[in-house]
């Protein structure tokens, strides 16, 4: 047990930046939980596209009537005639869609001359088709009453135009059995991040004890201590698993403290803790890989923050696979977080738990193991010639 | 001696392979890890393509000959497609909706309906198609119950409906939102170089370093030491944010607009306050040299995150609620910079943030230089 207790006692030094990994990721977590919808929405609602009007038609009725309708179909952002913070508002999508209603515009379209509402877009997006339909659809409405109708005020004009686009066509909303409404909930996000912590977390706590045990001469003199080599190896490999088991029930814990209610109701909270449990234990050889390369803190922090980048970006941890490039995808496949994140994807979208839908999650589970074997034999062979080289 | 002084500084920062793995190629790493994960996405995601929908194929859908006319012509391949019908039984139609093949299902019973999985913007504009239909039909009905005689002219009318939307733009910048991440990035790269300035800063403190101590006794003006150590953080920080640069536009092809020389005025105003901020962590905050580069570190960090390292919407939010934040976070001003080279066509906003960036490495440098000076050591 001297191994294992000693284990311990080299992980204190660096404790800090475990911790660190862990309370950026639990903080980010809180964030998103709160910013989250609690309850899923079962009912059709349509998208409200954030529009600024600029209306410099200020007297016309017509136009007003149009940011009136505006305010209905889409969700009126207030912003100044400031084309710079107009510019600022488009960039960051604050606004998707800026209209500018030009000064007479009402009288000109009264009199039936060409005249047009000016926008501003990000070009041939889908939200601009969308806020165009109903710019169109109701100056078309009011072009017929005008022409045909006999009404001859703007306000009368929009009044019947209003009238008419009052009908909503129902919508059936189907969920085809996901508790969810088709919304990615908010522990499917929570354990996708989880991939990154864990990571950060096993790989940098796993390779400072690789990294101690290592040192020439700590080595050197550990293989001349009455302890046999097979019981160090043993009890450091026992010190490894205790701690990314640790590190993975924290997150597990986690998880149930933010998302507890719905991740309990889901029923998934079983095969989402499984997933992460097979990535913990590839996080931990991923460590084993890493520490016994690295020979000091300062490479140890690199080597890390590379390798826990680089399989989160391209596995499709802080962005989702579906919205992934597929060639980048196609690269990525050969990384464990992939197969990470298309269990813990395909868990979130179980619709019953049938044989032929839970398949390919413990598919993926396995794939991780594989990778998780792999990179532990070969961290072994790799470490057997280093070794017989200190002698 | 200046010459001289700042051709080994060069040399000695430079084979600091550590810090020029953090102020590098990490972040060049993280440059490409960016464009492969959601390079593309701005583009792909937001542009309109044609919606795919399926519609009942139903006896009374057989029977409205004018509805199958209108969304035949809204399917119609060509610029103004608004739609990719397919047309199917009942059970097929729900299994291409559940599978996610289409995004809604248009069903025509006694009246139009649509049944979807998900609300979404694709949905509402199969919606906003039903409901301009509904309307249509609406606004004729009323018309004619006025004015029976208009017939004629109103159906013909119908098939001519007008575009009244003018595309107009404020420049001719495409408002990219992911560039924002790019600009982020090049400010953490120019906010990184304070690990330079802090390197400078140790090594020129004689109880900080066994190298600032021997520095510290050497029979040459400290000023001079200053500046040509100064000098050299410089050179190399602005090497490699060129390097970065280089790198994002011609391999990455991220778009800086046009404006070359301002491009590279912001990139050395930023190595400068990236330097002297490093210098100013340095000599002003006490302590080891742990606790400074964790404070640089922690900083540098922060200030990027601000600046919309990690999430670009950030750095708008700050600007707007919190504006006096925006005037004094180098890294703010650094992609604000590029920002504005990119999307305004007058500087004036340019040069307040590059105005503010002198100031700001003015200030820094000035606090450096009063703990510096004069500074005596009753034992080296």
Sequence with gaps: ?391 | MFMHVFSYRLKCLLRDRETVFWTLIFTLLLATLYYFAFGHLTGEQERFDPVRTAVVDSPAYRGDVRFQQVLASLSEPGENQLLELTVADEQQAERMLENGSVAGMITVGESIGLVVKQSGIEQSILKAILDEYAHTTKTVVGILAKNAGAAQQLISELGDRKGYTEQISFSDAVPDTILGFFYALIAMACMYSGFWGLRNAIDVQADLSARGARRSVAPIHKLGVVLADAAAALAVSFAEVLILIAYLAFVLRINFGNQIGYVLLTCFVGCIAGVSFGGFIGTVVRGNEGVKTGILIGASMTMSFLAGLMWVGIKDIIARKAPVLSYINPAALISDAFYSLYIFDSHRRFFVNIGMLCLISAIMCAASFMRLRRERYASV
Excluded at chain 1, 3 to 23: E, Q
Excluded at chain 1, 63 to 81: I, K, M
Excluded at chain 1, 133 to 161: C, D, W
Excluded at chain 1, 344 to 368: H, M, V
Aim: charged share 15%; proline share 4%; aromatic share 10%.
């Design chain 1, 1 to 391: 047990m001297q191994v294992f207790k000693a284990y311990f006692k080299v992980m204190r030094s660096s404790a800090a930046s475990i911790a660190v990994n862990l309370g950026v990721f639990l903080g980010i977590a809180v964030l998103l939980s709160s910013m989250a919808p609690e309850t899923a929405v079962m009912n059709f609602e349509p998208t409200r596209t954030p529009v600024a009007v600029i209306n410099r038609d200020g007297n016309g009725q017509l136009a007003q009537g149009l940011v009136d309708y505006l305010g209905q179909t889409s969700r009126l952002v207030p912003y100044p005639d400031d084309p710079e913070k107009l510019q600022d508002a488009l960039f960051f999508r604050n606004v998707e869609y800026i209209a500018i209603i030009p000064a007479g515009f009402s009288d000109a379209f009264m009199s039936g001359e060409s005249c047009a509402v000016q926008k501003v877009i990000v070009p041939a997006s889908t939200s601009s088709y969308y806020v165009d339909m109903s710019i169109n659809k109701f100056l078309n409405t009011v072009r017929l009453h005008r022409k045909y109708s006999g009404e001859g005020s703007q306000a009368e004009l929009v009044a019947a135009a209003r009238a008419d686009l009052a009908f909503d066509t129902p919508v059936a909303m189907k969920s085809f059995g996901t508790a969810t409404g088709g919304e990615r909930p908010g522990y499917a996000y929570y354990f996708a991040y989880s991939a990154y912590a864990l990571l950060a977390m096993i790989i940098t706590g796993v390779s400072s004890i690789m990294i101690a045990f290592n040192r020439p001469d700590l080595y050197l003199r550990n293989l001349c201590a009455p302890v046999p080599s097979r019981s160090t190896s043993l009890e450091l490999a026992a010190g490894h698993g205790v701690f990314a088991l640790g590190c993975w029930a924290i997150l597990v814990l986690g998880s149930f403290v933010l998302h507890g209610k719905s991740l309990v109701a889901s029923g998934l909270a079983g095969l989402y803790s499984l997933n992460t449990l097979a990535f913990a234990a590839v996080s931990a050889c991923m460590g084993f890989l890493v520490g016994s390369f690295v020979k000091s803190g300062g490479s140890q922090a690199g080597a890390v923050n590379v390798v826990t980048l680089v399989m989160s970006f391209l596995g499709g941890v802080f962005v989702p696979q579906s919205v992934m490039n597929k060639s980048v995808l196609s690269v990525g496949r050969f990384l464990p977080t992939y197969w990470f994140i298309r269990a813990n994807d395909a868990i979130g979208e179980l619709t019953g738990f049938t044989a032929d839908s839970l398949r390919p999650i413990y598919g993926s589970i396995l794939i991780q193991l594989g990778f998780a074997v792999a990179t532990f034999s070969v961290t072994l062979l790799l470490s057997k010639e280093r070794r017989l080289s200190h002698l």
